[in-house]
């Protein structure tokens, strides 16, 4: 079965402080992976997007890489903002409608 | 603005009512998406349509309904729906239906008494 799991469920971490969010997927034969940013009560902000044959992405301060033989898939975010508060999710495509989402992790900058 | 609008925003019905969720992109694209996400739970894909043809229903209830009446514009007709159907409903668009990245509405926040 595929499944996408974000590990921890909820993070919370000083201002200025750099910090990693992690993504596991049981199945390696993914498209793409890609990481979402959704506001309270609000749609998604797609991120960054990363192709099976990419090993990593950069926007900003926004570095997300991918490891397909492990199954795994990290965002990095330097130097944190209070306005990075958000539910971060990522998402993985395996096939050409099917994304398999993880369940977030709710991020907290405390300023 | 992220090219995807949705409305209404928030809808509040009756279990008895008939209403619908509108999606227009505007982004040129020629796949759209219907999503359900529910409270702690991870997104449902519901439904995707390719150049205005339906080819993914996820098994989804009949008492959803979708329409695509061109490649701009989707809607998600609703009837006598339940209350576990309240959920954060939200539409996607991607320039084909593929390996495409996925662009999001912000969603119809839709409660069912």
């Known amino acids: 079965k595929q499944e996408v799991t974000q590990i921890p469920a909820a993070l919370s971490v000083p201002e200025g402080e750099n910090l990693v969010l992690n993504c596991s997927f049981t199945?390696?034969?993914?498209?793409?992976l890609q990481w979402f940013r959704q506001d309270p009560g609000k749609g998604l902000t797609s991120l960054l997007l990363?192709?099976?044959s990419q090993r990593e992405q950069t926007s900003g301060r926004l570095n997300a890489s991918l490891d397909k033989s492990s199954g795994r898939s990290t965002l990095y975010i330097a130097a944190s903002q209070p306005g990075d508060s958000a539910t971060y999710l990522c998402a993985a495509l395996y096939s050409n409608y099917q994304l398999i989402w993880g369940a977030g992790t709710k991020l907290i900058i405390k300023p | 603005e992220t090219g995807v609008t949705q409305t209404p925003r928030h809808l509040v019905m009756g279990m008895t009512n008939k209403k619908s969720l509108k999606c227009e992109q505007h982004?040129?694209?020629?796949?759209m998406y219907w999503y359900k996400q529910s409270a702690k739970k991870p997104l449902e894909l519901m439904f995707v349509y390719s150049l205005e043809e339906r080819v993914e229903n996820n098994s989804v209830p009949s008492r959803f309904s979708p329409e695509c009446p061109n490649s701009s514009h989707l809607f998600l007709h609703l009837h006598t729906l339940q209350p576990e159907d309240s959920a954060l409903y939200l539409c996607?668009?991607?320039?084909?239906?593929?390996?495409?990245?996925?662009?999001f509405g912000p969603g119809t926040r839709l409660t069912v008494t």
């Open positions: 199945d390696s034969a993914i498209y793409n």
């Open positions: 990363i192709q099976s």
């Open positions: 982004l040129g694209h020629n796949a």
């Open positions: 996607a668009s991607s320039q084909r239906a593929g390996p495409y990245e996925q662009y």
